[in-house]
Structures are given as C-alpha cells and as structure tokens.
C-alpha cells in the first residue's frame, strides 16, 4: 500500500518537474502511474492535494532542527549547519532522481515558486520556517559575540542575514550541478570567510 502511494508521488514529481501545475493533468497523472482510477484516487483525491504532499515532502526534508547543533561555538554551528544541509541536499537529490529526474535541478524551484504563489499556507509555512532560520542564527550569533568569538560593528540580525542570504545563492548557483560535494565545499568556503572576516 504504501509503495503504491509513493510510486504515484514519484510519477507524479517527474511530471511537475517537466511541466507547470497547470499543464498536468489527472488523467495523465493517472496513466504514467498505470493504476486504475480507482486504485489512484485511494489515495489522493485530486490533483491539488497531489501536489500540495510533494511540496510538503520537500519543505519537510529542509526544515532545520536546530536543537541538534552543536553552540559552544559559531564555528562548529555552521559547521553543522552545512553538514545538515548537505544531508538534506542528498535526500532531495534522491527524490528527484526516483521521480525519473536525472537530476536536481531549476524546476525543483518552480515547484516550490508555483506552490507559494497558488496556495497561500505554503507561503506561511515558508515566512514561519525563515523566521526560526534567523531566531537561531541571530541567537548564537549574540552568544559568538557575548564569548569574544566574534566582533562587528553589525547586528546580530544582518550576520544571520548575511549566513542565510549565502546559502540561499550558494545553492541556487550549485542546484545544477552533478557532484553533490560541490555546494558542501562552495558553502563551507563562503561560511569560512565569513567568519574570517567577523573575527578580525
């Protein structure tokens, strides 16, 4: 049952990543799965909830637990930050492969574009997921500074800012890219300057 349920999102995943959400239709969902009708709508009565669980999918594997990081330190936070990231990286990785995508790439963000533009709650749970990213960052980025870690004539807010806003380019830049290692190192490389810089 369950196998039936994820073959349907992963058929389903190739085709949005091919397609707008406009331009898939049921049917066509229904015949690439090659389940009857009623065995599909078993599981997802229409095309809107489809859709709405493969965003949830992806949004859930790059929710950040931050309560698992380490904060002797901001250097071993964003250290752990990106190893998270590139943990998650690999899973969706995986996803978009099993889907039949050959690889992640810009699509995945026309997904999650189409999402928050149709469906306001996914635009809330984005604006609810960037405020716990910058409480966190902000948070031991005052303990950083508390510690003589760190010292900027910026606040703790445009620090956060400046981590964030990297990791947002620093993927965009590398989504294409067929080594998965390359956006840990890229990242990691940015972050390190980062800091560098932060502590001179």
Request: net charge neutral.
């Amino acid at each position: 049952m369950q196998d039936s349920r994820e073959h349907i999102l992963t058929t389903s995943m190739a085709l949005f990543l091919q397609k707008s959400y406009r331009d898939v239709t049921m049917s066509e969902i229904v015949q690439k799965t090659g389940l009857s009708k009623g065995a599909f709508y078993h599981y997802f009565p229409g095309k809107e909830e489809l859709f709405k669980e493969i965003v949830r999918m992806f949004m859930s594997n790059g929710e950040v637990d931050y309560t698992l990081f380490p904060t002797r330190s901001l250097f071993e936070f964003y250290r752990a930050y990106i190893d998270f990231l590139h943990r998650s990286m690999l899973k969706i990785n995986r996803i978009l492969v099993n889907s039949g995508s050959r690889t992640a790439n810009f699509n995945f963000f026309l997904i999650m574009f189409e999402a928050v533009s149709r469906f306001p709650e996914f635009l809330k749970i984005e604006k609810e997921m960037h405020q716990k990213d910058v409480l966190a960052w902000t948070s031991m980025i005052a303990m950083a500074r508390r510690n003589g870690e760190i010292n900027s004539l910026s606040t703790d807010e445009e620090i956060a800012d400046l981590f964030l806003y990297c990791t947002d380019g620093v993927f965009i830049r590398f989504i294409n890219n067929d080594k998965p290692g390359a956006f840990q190192d890229f990242l990691l490389q940015s972050f390190n300057t980062i800091y560098t810089n932060l502590r001179t």
